[in-house]
């Protein structure tokens, strides 16, 4: 006989439970920001928030979102197509494709939704998409849509990335897609590599700058700038969820032919709502913030150069990377575990990140910098480090 659906769900939440996989949610009574407060009163000094330019909380973005609503209303009830497109959509998609030097934008109500459409309106069964093995879930959900063929390469492994397009010539469109940075290990794709191998096999390039996008690069364009190839990419996917402002939101940049042939069939786009005004308000000022002004960013990478230098004279095992994601490296899950609880009490939040998240033994603490740190916030979590490190036995 079967079990009741519910027992059924029940022992299998139980089975998450034991084998430490499941995940509780803190919950938070303040605004996202450098100092943070969870329900408990507890107050943190915040380094896990994807808020690397600490404009989740900026004065000028909740303006711009007060403002469009003012002078657009709250929602759209309707999809793009229909009813649902404004002035302000417009004019934040051409913001976008100014920002990255392409022809036009489409947004979507989050970039899960923009890499899941990307590629079944472009590409089919003639052609081929070569993927690197650590990219982002919604990638791996977006090729599983497409009938392409597929094919996958070892992370950043640019020989097997060549053997990957040579198994592939064969196919009419070939497209390598890449995440800009990895979000465990804080590594930027080798987008001059790539570029490359892209022009010598013939292939097009999408990159996913989530991480990336208003930071990474020297004016803050992301991966291909950073590799000095900026231009050369000739899709970029990004969120308004992160940097950006850290609302909601995601977008596809490139060419207008790519950009309307996703209008015309990419199932996110079609059948979902349009965003709201608020946020489009937000996004343009998050624009106005940073479009020509590279002082967030600059304060943002000086931060993280700050900690990594600290963190590495301590003597802790840090992964190199040059983005705003530091992977303090400690092999042993309960010990991640446990250092970030021990971090907790002392007012640094961070998370202990360990397998099926990491590969087995590779287990670590994240640390995510933001422009919304001041000096005084990393030295006391620089601090913390140490102490909690020395405790623990990771350092001397
Ligand atoms: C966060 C993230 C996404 C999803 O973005 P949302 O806008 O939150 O849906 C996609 N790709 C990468 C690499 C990400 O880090």
Known sequence: MKKDFKEFLQEQIEEIKSSGLYKKESVITSAQSAIIKFDSGHEVINFCANNYLGLSNHSSVIEGAKQAMDTHGFGLSSVRFICGTQDIHKELESRISNFFSTED??????????NGGVFAPLFDENDAIIS??????????????????????????????????????????????????????????????????????????????????????????GSAEYHGVHGKVDI????????LGGGLGGFTTGSKEIITMLRQHSRPYLFSNSLSPAIIGASLAVFDLIEGDTSLRDKLMSNAVYFKEKIGKAGFDIKPSDSAIVALML?????????????????????GFNFPVVPKGQARIRVQLSAAHEKKHLDKAINAFIKVGKELKVIN
């Open 236 to 243: 970029i996917t990004g969120t308004l969820g992160k940097a």
């Open 132 to 221: 690197d093995a650590l990219n982002h879930a919604s990638i791996i959900d977006g090729v599983r849509l497409c009938k392409a063929k597929r094919y996958r390469f070892n992370h950043s492994d640019m020989d097997d990335l060549e053997k990957q397009l040579k198994a592939s010539q064969s196919q009419r469109y070939r497209i390598i897609v890449t995440d800009g940075v990895f979000s465990m290990d804080g590594d930027i794709a080798k987008m001059h590599d790539i570029v490359s191998l892209a022009q010598k096999y013939d292939a097009l390039i999408m990159s996913d700058e989530c991480h990336s996008a208003g930071f990474i690069g020297k004016t803050g364009r």
């Open 331 to 351: 092999y042993d899950a309960p010990l991640s575990q446990k250092f970030a609880a021990r971090m907790m009490e002392e007012g640094i939040f961070v998370i």
């Open 105 to 114: 934008t489409i947004l979507y109500a989050a970039c899960f939704d923009a």
